[in-house]
């Protein structure tokens, strides 16, 4: 019966039990903070042919992929109570406290975000296979592959950016370790997608993946008993 604090929460879940001293409960009483949703839809088309004409074998290839998986971000959204032996008011025993419903500290995330990431495929290859000479073949080729960032349908993602950090707008700290209220900048560092000229994918997509293949067998007596590969 314990009420919801946020109205964006995923509601009908039991709160959690995080802490209970003198018990371990791994990530909580109740389990991960499941149910969660998962989709992940995948798509590809690929195809390969192979030409023969006289001493030469040409084979090419072809793979598009188009991949999509969107997932909630399993934050504590449904709550989490922490019950101790200290806690004012209470029998001096965590698990008296749990069933008295004394209870230190509950928190809840205010939303689970839900995470829809987008990222493609491309690869290209064609290679021949010439029979120069009876004792003498080639093999050369060339492959491309193209993988582009993962993006998020709307810009939902961030990473930190040591080159936008300003060490003159970080926050004061006292000497044992605590924020200063009101001091330094929120998101100093922060680089958002498809802001401030963040790629949405947050990093420059690599366009210059080009594989280059040659090989070659030799027979240098003619006699199929000896061959010489490079």
Known sequence: DVPEVYPLTRGGRAPNITTLTGYSLGTGLFGTNYPTNLIGNYYTLKDNWTLS???????????????????????????SLTFTDTQSGGSGVALANLLL????????ADIAPYGSMRYNQIELYAQDHWQVLPNLTL???LRYQYMPAMIERDDRIATFDPARYDPASAPQMTSSGNL????????NGIAVAGQNGVPRGLYENDNNNV?????FTWDPWKNGKSAIRG
């Open 53 to 79: 004409r006289g001493p030469h074998t040409v084979k090419a290839g072809l793979y598009l992929g188009h991949f999509r998986k969107a997932e909630e971000t399993r934050t504590a959204d449904a709550g």
């Open 101 to 108: 419903g004394v209870y230190n500290q509950y928190t809840e």
């Open 139 to 141: 093999d050369y080729g």
């Open 180 to 187: 200063v209220a009101g001091t330094g900048v929120a998101y």
């Open 211 to 215: 594989a280059p293949r040659v090989g």
